[in-house]
């Protein structure tokens, strides 16, 4: 099994300023207030799946279409020009709610901070912040509305919520650290298939499914080398796999 000091030199090769202009993390950096940067988050995480290269070309559309004031075009509640949009299984009229949601969300409380407080204070953490967006999807919401906000009791792995989570409690360079309601030790690995490879390979994961119970192995793994911080093996994980990857494919072309 890998040691802790040799995932530690991993951490600080990958986890840089560097890592942030391919990674979707990009989307979080350079708005002017806390409520951009968190709307901002949120929306990315949502769409984070499939190939990297086509999911942050859409984004980078969407926030076009939101004249780049992600925070003014949620209160401003009229997503007409969203008509239209889609990615993969996401339709128009998956995405089109969500952002009704949010609208409602931040009209009522102070958004998505304050929602996730409270859900971290109850039993069932992500069921409660997904019970908050099923209890308002209208019934035209297809397909696409439940694959980008996930039910956390089929047992998946929530890769994508744990994702925003990271961005939003830890701290910087490339993570924000601007929610503090929980620590940076609460935070549950986000699980992707380069992740989970690479854990499998470096013997810290021995369940085969990437699932919430493998989501769980993992982390308890990492906490035994950081208890205070066990997600910060995150960037060295991913960006080892996708560099492995990358190589094994550039092996093959020659």
Same mark, same amino acid.
């Given at each position: 099994m890998i040691t802790k000091q040799e995932l530690d030199l991993?951490?600080?090769k990958y986890e840089t300023e560097e890592f942030i202009k391919d990674d979707p993390i990009r989307f979080i950096h350079g708005w002017?207030?806390?409520?951009?940067?968190?709307?901002?988050?949120?929306?990315?995480?949502?769409?984070a799946y499939g190939n990297r290269k086509m999911f942050i070309k859409k984004l980078d559309e969407l926030f076009e279409r939101a004249d780049n004031d992600i925070t003014g075009y949620v209160n401003n509640g009229d997503f007409g020009n969203l008509k239209g949009f889609e990615y993969r299984f996401a339709k128009d009229y998956d995405i089109i709610p969500i952002?009704? $949601?949010l609208h409602t969300l931040y009209a009522e409380s102070k958004?998505? *901070?304050e929602l996730f407080a409270y859900a971290f204070e109850q039993e069932n953490f992500l069921k409660t912040?997904?019970?908050?967006?099923?209890?308002?999807?209208?019934?035209t919401a297809g397909q696409g509305f439940y694959h980008m906000i996930p039910n956390p009791a089929n047992g998946g792995a929530?890769?994508?919520?744990?994702?925003?989570?990271?961005?939003?409690v830890r701290k910087p360079p490339v993570d924000l650290g601007i929610w503090t309601f929980m620590q940076p030790k609460d935070l549950l690995i986000p699980l992707d298939v380069h992740v989970a490879r690479v854990s499998r390979n470096m013997g810290l994961l021995t369940r085969k499914s990437n699932d919430f119970k493998a989501? $769980?192995?993992?982390?308890?793994?990492?906490?035994?080398?950081?208890? *205070?911080?066990?997600v910060k093996y995150d960037f060295?994980?991913?960006?080892?796999g996708v560099e492995l990857n990358m190589e094994k494919r550039s092996g093959k072309n020659e």
């Open positions: 991993l951490v600080e002017k207030t806390k409520q951009d940067a968190e709307l901002a988050g949120f929306i990315a995480s949502l769409f952002f009704e $949601i958004g998505l *901070e912040v997904v019970d908050y967006f099923y209890s308002r999807a209208p019934k929530m890769k994508r919520m744990n994702m925003f989570l990271r961005w939003m989501v $769980i192995e993992l982390t308890e793994r990492l906490r035994g080398f950081c208890p *205070e911080d066990p060295a994980m991913f960006a080892f």
